[in-house]
C-alpha cells in the first residue's frame, strides 16, 4: 500500500522561527513528491520535486528531495503569521492519471 | 489558478438521500478528481476521470458514484448519504505533469 507520513503533525512558532516540515514515503512507483499550502480554502500549490538533491525555492520557502532515503523536507524561513496554515505532502503515482496520494497534513501556526 | 467551481458549496441533508455534488472546469485538463478531506485522515481520493466517460476508483469509493459525460464537468453522487460521508469534498483537475489544482471545496453535512 502507497504511504506518504508528515511530521510533525502540528508545530506552534514565533514570528522569525525557522521551521522543518518532514515527508517521508513508501510508494511502488514514484515520480514526482509535491508540496501544498492550505489556509481556509483550497490548497495551493507550492513545489514539485522530481529530481534528488535539487533545492526548489521560492521566498522564504525551500524545499529538496533525497529518493535515496525516501524523504522531502520544506523549510520556511523567518516565519510570518501568514504562514499559518496546514502543509499537505503528495507523492505522484506513475501508472497514469497522475493519481496523487497525500500526508495527513502539518498545521503550522505562526504566534506573534 | 485553473478555472474551477464547485457547487453547492455548502449542503446539509439528512440520512438516506441522495446528493449530487458538481465541479466545472474551464481549463480543459483532461484529468478530474475529486477528494475527501476529514481531521486525522487528510485528502483520500474518492474517484477519477481520465477523459470523458472514463473514470476510476480511488481508496475510499464506496458509497459514492460519479459521471463525466462533458470535459469540462464531473458530478459526484451520494445514492443515499449517510453520517460517514460528512466532510469536505474538493474536486481537482490536472493536465499531465501531476500538479493538480483545487476548486474551493464542498461542506457537506448528513444530520
Given at each position: 500500500?502507497?504511504?506518504?507520513?508528515?511530521?510533525?503533525?502540528?508545530?506552534?512558532?514565533?514570528?522569525?522561527?525557522?521551521?522543518?516540515?518532514?515527508?517521508?514515503?513508501?510508494?511502488?512507483?514514484?515520480?514526482?513528491?509535491?508540496?501544498?499550502?492550505?489556509?481556509?480554502?483550497?490548497?495551493?500549490?507550492?513545489?514539485?520535486?522530481?529530481?534528488?538533491?535539487?533545492?526548489?525555492?521560492?521566498?522564504?520557502?525551500?524545499?529538496?528531495?533525497?529518493?535515496?532515503?525516501?524523504?522531502?523536507?520544506?523549510?520556511?524561513?523567518?516565519?510570518?503569521?501568514?504562514?499559518?496554515?496546514?502543509?499537505?505532502?503528495?507523492?505522484?503515482?506513475?501508472?497514469?492519471?497522475?493519481?496523487?496520494?497525500?500526508?495527513?497534513?502539518?498545521?503550522?501556526?505562526?504566534?506573534? | 489558478?485553473?478555472?474551477?467551481?464547485?457547487?453547492?458549496?455548502?449542503?446539509?441533508?439528512?440520512?438516506?438521500?441522495?446528493?449530487?455534488?458538481?465541479?466545472?472546469?474551464t481549463e480543459n485538463h483532461r484529468y478530474m478528481y475529486w477528494?475527501?478531506?476529514?481531521?486525522?485522515?487528510?485528502?483520500?481520493?474518492?474517484?477519477?476521470?481520465?477523459?470523458?466517460?472514463?473514470?476510476?476508483?480511488?481508496?475510499?469509493?464506496?458509497?459514492?458514484?460519479?459521471?463525466?459525460?462533458?470535459?469540462?464537468?464531473?458530478?459526484?453522487?451520494?445514492?443515499?448519504?449517510?453520517?460517514?460521508?460528512?466532510?469536505?469534498?474538493?474536486?481537482?483537475?490536472?493536465?499531465?505533469?501531476?500538479?493538480?489544482?483545487?476548486?474551493?471545496?464542498?461542506?457537506?453535512?448528513?444530520?
Amino acid at each position: 500500500e502507497d504511504k506518504v507520513v508528515q511530521s510533525p503533525l502540528s508545530l506552534v512558532v514565533h514570528e522569525g522561527d525557522t521551521v522543518t516540515l518532514n515527508c517521508s514515503y513508501e510508494v511502488t512507483n514514484f515520480r514526482s513528491l509535491l508540496w501544498y499550502k492550505q489556509e481556509k480554502k483550497a490548497p495551493t500549490f507550492l513545489f514539485m520535486l522530481t529530481s534528488s538533491g535539487i533545492e526548489k525555492k521560492s521566498g522564504r520557502l525551500s524545499s529538496i528531495l533525497d529518493k535515496k532515503e525516501l524523504f522531502s523536507i520544506l523549510n520556511i524561513t523567518a516565519t510570518q503569521t501568514g504562514d499559518s496554515a496546514i502543509y499537505l505532502c503528495a507523492v505522484e503515482i506513475q501508472g497514469g492519471s497522475e493519481k496523487l496520494v497525500f500526508g495527513k497534513g502539518m498545521k503550522l501556526t505562526v504566534n506573534p | 489558478d485553473a478555472g474551477i467551481t464547485q457547487s453547492p458549496r455548502h449542503k446539509v441533508t439528512e440520512t438516506g438521500t441522495p446528493v449530487t455534488l458538481r465541479c466545472h472546469q474551464t481549463e480543459n485538463h483532461r484529468y478530474m478528481y475529486w477528494y475527501r478531506q476529514d481531521p486525522g485522515h487528510g485528502l483520500r481520493l474518492i474517484h477519477y476521470s481520465y477523459g470523458v466517460k472514463d473514470t476510476d476508483k480511488g481508496e475510499v469509493s464506496d458509497g459514492y458514484s460519479v459521471s463525466r459525460s462533458k470535459t469540462e464537468d464531473f458530478l459526484l453522487t451520494l445514492e443515499s448519504a449517510t453520517s460517514s460521508q460528512t466532510s469536505v469534498y474538493f474536486c481537482a483537475t490536472s493536465v499531465l505533469t501531476g500538479t493538480q489544482y483545487f476548486g474551493p471545496g464542498t461542506r457537506l453535512t448528513v444530520l
